[in-house]
């Protein structure tokens, strides 16, 4: 099967997203390809922060200006994708004094607003925070919900005619005489291969950015810098808490829905899909959330989970990783390594993916002879015409007001059943991930303990699926959330485990299910497999 388009972006993070609508809206026929779901990699595995720029204003100006501006222009381009939840820095007792005044002539530097405000008031508005903490400093951060803003920029796209293919991965570039004219694709569920022809082909694939590069002959190190982060199961604050001090592990408490996730670590890992979490990540993420709450431990940890942030760096970078701009790289592959129709757009922030996409499309414009200019900055996406940024209580709100009616299926994230069928009734997948990223099924409190079965439920009856086939869907979904849960299984959380243990085992006899695996498992149909499920290290 055979396919064409002008550009075709490999990578459906928030940064190929990014660029295929303002592709589109420039004019061009446009393809995106993304072997998992709409930011399934690092832009769906972080702490959710959308940047004031404070983070980097001491040590990387440029990168700083950056964040300010583009915080400032997604603000009104999607605010139903963003809370705007505030941001502090606080100076601790374990931060060094003199970083508060470095700090804060910085951010006026590069022209952040910045306000210091007392410990007093600093206690008023956020009441669990270390009355120990010295010096208070606000900010503009905020946080982001990364699949709803990935869903309304392709949604976006689509009105001018791209077309979004996920699930379906690159196997080869097509190269001939230099120069690269599009890709082998598979669709991961079905296996089937399609060739899609380009005039020019965009590399956005963030971590594995290097990987496809090779592909085409040229020779790029990104590197895969893990950052590994817990979930607690209480929002602990309602804004963005950051430390006042060099950057470190576990410095950052961002607000998310209704917990609060503590961040992050930085390893460097040598493959970007297989990075295990390590216990002492988890340990140290629970001692730095103690220091900026000293109840902090007294509440549950629901799960931990890393991502891979992609660093760009021409020459070897050292053993910290933290050193490494967080400025973007832009490279025109016909320049740098005599390869034509190919470009790479890696590093960068999730905040700064609409200028890193803007730099993009006008090189593509560049090299394919036409001048276009980019309206992104102006342009409110899909879904986001009301103008009103996120709330959390607005579920609550709507449920409260019959505006929400039907069975209450997931009570933790206040997701209804005429929700989950009208989203089935979009997709041709039986993935519950799938809902998750959608509708924040299975994110709450129990870990969709007490909603899977019945989403596996409505999704037999809805979508008319086999039971075999709800069955996988269901314990799918399940293992996905046990990798998460697992490295924080002690105390509460563990209770809390084994009552979902009760129910999937023993009420629901999830290892006797019979499954139907299909696609690239169809070799394999009978029993689920549940070796090393729901069973817990000793120690923990």
Known sequence: MNKSTEVLVIGGGVTGCGVLFDLAQRGFKATLVERGALSNATSGRFHGLLHSGGRYAVKDAEAAREC???NQILRKIMPHAIEDTGGMFVNTPWDPPEHADIFKKACEDVGIPIEEISIKEMLRREPMLNPAI???????????????????LVDSAAEYGAETLIYHEVIDLITHNGKVSGAKIKNVITNEELTIEADLVVNAAG???????NKAGCDVTVYAGKGTMVAMNYRMVNTVINRCGPASDGDILVPVGSVAVIGTTSVNVPDPDSYPIEDWEVEKMMD???KIVPTFKKFRALR???GVR????ETAAGADLRKVTRKYALLDHATRDGVDGFITITGGKWTTYRQMAEHTVDLVCEKLGTQRPCQTATTVLKHGES???????????????????GQLICECEIVTRPQIEEALTHSDRHIINDLRRDLRVGMGPCQGGFCTYRVAGIMHEHKKISASEANKALVDFLQERWKGVQPVLWGQHLRQFQLDEGIYLGLLGLDKLPVELTGR???RIGEVETEGYFEVEAGH
């Open 288 to 290: 730095m959330g103690q």
């Open 134 to 152: 010295r010096r208070a400093f606000v900010v503009p951060d905020g946080s982001v919900e990364t699949w709803e803003a990935c869903q309304s």
């Open 207 to 213: 971590a594995w950015g290097g990987m496809l590069a």
């Open 68 to 70: 300010i501006v583009e």
């Open 387 to 405: 103008g009103q940024h996120f709330s959390l209580g607005r579920r609550l709100d709507k449920l409260e007001h019959k505006e929400l009616p």
């Open 521 to 523: 498992d169809s070799s």
């Open 310 to 313: 992609p660093l760009y760096q």
């Open 304 to 306: 931990a989970w890393a």
